[in-house]
């Protein structure tokens, strides 16, 4: 019903950038909130940064001053600008948007999850 690919995820030095995409298709009527998390071997999955469909954002602390979710609504897509990047930043990267769909069986809003994407952070 909703199909979210991401790219832009790869190996990447410590202190370079890296840009995440995630496209939303399929009968998605109106999409709400998106947002970014990650996991990394042995920790729990963690918010990084989220955007409402007004654009507010919110972000871990973690990541503050280092990373900028955006996103195009006529597109639906979002986007996770990384720079700075540390080797801590080394995770699965899971895009997630909270969408309403164009099923009359299907009523209100679901959350829906990216098959996830890998960043490496060498040092």
């Known amino acids: 019903q909703v199909q979210l690919v991401e790219s832009g995820g790869g190996l990447v030095q410590a202190g370079g950038s890296l840009r995440l995409s995630c496209v939303a298709s399929?009968?998605?009527?109106?999409?709400?909130?998106m947002g970014w998390y990650r996991q990394a071997p042995g920790k729990q999955r963690e918010l990084v940064a989220e955007?409402?469909?007004?654009?507010?954002?919110n972000y871990a602390d973690s990541v503050k001053g280092r990373f900028t979710i955006s996103r195009d609504n006529a597109k639906n897509t979002g986007y996770l600008q990384m720079a700075s990047l540390k080797s801590e930043d080394t995770a699965v990267y899971y895009c997630k948007v909270d969408a309403s769909i164009r099923d009359r069986n299907v009523i209100g809003i679901r959350g829906y999850w990216g098959q996830g994407t890998q960043v490496t952070v060498s040092s």
């Open positions: 955007i409402t469909n007004g654009g507010s954002t």
């Open positions: 399929g009968r998605i009527e109106h999409i709400s909130d």
